[in-house]
């Protein structure tokens, strides 16, 4: 089947799956030329076999909150393609968690791993729980009920989930305890794991600061640096505040961050002491970015994203998928935004891409600029195997060279004739000829 008819054929047989077809179309539009040069591709139907999953598991997770009420959740976990190593990806826990934003999260994350140079397919799971507002107990019980289902699909040579949006260090250690329990084994199974049980340093800050090592690099194409660039970040998870300490130390300034509730302001840029209060504000008191406007007079913006009335030099999206649109994208270029660099997955909408493409400005999609948080599992991945544990310097040397590796394949496969890196195409080439060779090789599975 041609590439193009391929789209037309997956959005009749998967009508109700928007975000999983908008990841597909972005893929397929930017290899076809590629794909189309491989007449093998096409006989064996290659196409077809790379974009729909391995497998997918749905499941109830029951589970009985603090005042004895028993709660149901939908659990999933999206098996996409172990081409290429064991299969690989995050747990998202949010409510609006469904199949096709796993489904879209699990295909880019195969060109993602495919892109590390690091041998891990793809995957991605989740729930439509959202552990705000829960106490640890109900978090734990949550954890457990979801393991006691899936720890069957898992293992450390078949399927190694990790954290994502609402999914950090505490729940990955409760449902790593779980599968422990389950399994009887100690091992590798999980990455993001805590530092006393395997885990590896520089996890938790890898793809935030992967993310501002992506972007050093693309500055370095036009000859520019971070020094006294405004940055604005949105989320204050994980990617936003590791991205957000690695900015500070590069000399560049912060001058927003937001959460679900609202944007906040700061044109004098964040302090790191302001930081550390956000940081806490979030991971231990489970509190709203508004308390830190609050707490330091920061302008509040209730119930938007930065992108429209933030002045900036570069953005770099760190909260969810689709949160930058046509309408932000020209916001951005009109305050003169000269780069883009995705901490989020797909969190910029295709309109907003061509805007940023159509104005030449440097654009760096998720699966290349976030793929740092991966690359340092697959570095947990092996120390486990190896039941070593390598410094923070070594790790973050490692970060570094694969980040650069990642954005000169973008280069290679993404230059074009006018000398401008669509990092686009550069990342989705170099991640599908990787995973392509690999399917041919191994027959029709
Ligand atoms: P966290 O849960 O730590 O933080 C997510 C942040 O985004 C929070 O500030 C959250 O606000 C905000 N947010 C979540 N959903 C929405 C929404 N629908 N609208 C507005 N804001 C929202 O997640 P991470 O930092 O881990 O993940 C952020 C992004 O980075 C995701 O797209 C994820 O897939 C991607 N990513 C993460 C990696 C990792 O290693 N963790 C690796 C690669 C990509 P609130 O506090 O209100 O919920």
């Known amino acids: 089947?041609?590439?193009?008819?391929?789209?037309?054929?997956?959005?009749?047989?998967?009508?109700?799956?928007?975000?999983?077809?908008?990841?597909?179309e972005e893929v397929v539009t930017s290899i076809e030329e590629v794909y189309n040069a491989h007449p093998e591709f096409e006989r064996y139907n290659l196409i077809e076999r790379l974009c729909i999953p391995d497998r997918i598991f749905t499941f109830r997770v029951s589970w009985v909150d603090d005042s004895g009420k028993v709660q149901n959740n939908m659990g999933y976990r999206i098996q996409h393609s172990n081409a290429i190593g064991p299969y690989k990806g995050g747990i998202r826990f949010h409510s609006s968690v469904n199949q096709s934003i796993l489904k879209?999260?699990?295909?880019?994350?195969?060109?993602?791993?495919?892109?590390?140079?690091?041998?891990?397919?793809?995957?991605?799971?989740?729930?439509?729980?959202?552990?705000?507002?829960?106490?640890?107990m109900e978090v734990m019980r949550f954890c457990q009920a979801f393991i006691a289902e899936l720890w069957r699909q898992?293992?450390?040579?078949?399927?190694?989930?990790?954290?994502?949006?609402?999914?950090?260090?505490?729940?990955?250690?409760?449902?790593?305890?779980?599968?422990?329990?389950?399994?009887?084994?100690?091992?590798g199974t999980f990455t993001g794991k805590g530092r006393e049980f395997g885990g590896s340093l520089i996890r938790p800050e890898a793809t935030g600061y992967g993310n501002v090592y992506f972007l050093l690099n693309m500055l370095a194409t036009r000859g520019l640096s971070l020094e006294g660039k405004r940055v604005a970040i949105s989320g204050s998870g994980n990617v936003a505040t590791y991205t957000a300490e690695k900015l500070l130390q590069l000399g560049a300034k912060v001058v927003s961050m937001s959460d679900s509730n609202g944007t906040i302001y700061i044109p004098d840029g964040l302090t790191e002491e302001q930081l550390a209060y956000?940081?806490?504000?979030?991971?231990?008191?489970?509190?709203?970015?508004?308390?830190?406007?609050?707490?330091?007079?920061?302008?509040?913006?209730?119930?938007?994203?930065?992108?429209?009335?933030?002045?900036?030099?570069?953005?770099?999206?760190?909260?969810?998928?689709n949160e930058?649109?046509?309408?932000?994208?020209?916001?951005?270029?009109?305050?003169?935004?000269?780069?883009?660099?995705?901490?989020?997955?797909?969190?910029?909408?295709?309109?907003?891409i061509k805007e940023f493409q159509k104005a030449r400005i440097l654009y760096a999609p998720g699966?290349?600029?976030?793929?740092?948080?991966?690359?340092?599992?697959?570095?947990?991945?092996?120390?486990?195997?190896?039941?070593?544990?390598?410094?923070?310097?070594?790790?973050?040397?490692?970060?570094?060279?694969?980040?650069?590796?990642i954005h000169h394949q973008c280069e290679l496969f993404g230059r074009e004739d006018d000398g401008y890196i669509n990092y686009v195409k550069g990342a989705n080439v170099a991640g599908f000829m990787k995973v392509a060779r690999a399917i041919m090789a191994q027959g029709i599975l």
Do not use: H
């Open 154 to 187: 898992i293992g450390p040579d078949t399927d190694v989930p990790a954290g994502d949006i609402g999914v950090g260090g505490r729940e990955v250690g409760y449902m790593f305890g779980m599968y422990k329990k389950m399994a009887r084994e100690f091992s």
């Open 367 to 405: 699966k290349a600029a976030n793929a740092g948080g991966v690359s340092v599992s697959g570095l947990e991945m092996a120390q486990n195997s190896q039941k070593l544990s390598w410094s923070a310097e070594e790790v973050d040397e490692r970060l570094r060279d694969i980040m650069k590796e």
């Open 104 to 136: 879209f999260l699990a295909f880019e994350q195969t060109f993602k791993n495919s892109l590390t140079t690091l041998a891990m397919g793809g995957a991605k799971g989740g729930s439509d729980f959202s552990p705000r507002g829960k106490s640890d």
């Open 324 to 352: 930058i649109d046509g309408d932000d994208a020209r916001a951005l270029l009109a305050g003169g935004c000269i780069a883009v660099s995705e901490g989020a997955n797909m969190p910029s909408t295709p309109e907003a």
């Open 278 to 321: 956000i940081f806490k504000l979030k991971n231990i008191y489970r509190g709203r970015i508004r308390e830190a406007a609050e707490e330091f007079g920061f302008d509040y913006y209730d119930g938007e994203r930065p992108w429209l009335r933030v002045k900036c030099d570069i953005a770099m999206p760190s909260a969810t998928q």
């Open 1 to 24: 089947m041609k590439a193009t008819e391929f789209l037309a054929d997956l959005s009749r047989r998967f009508p109700n799956e928007p975000e999983y077809l908008q990841a597909v």
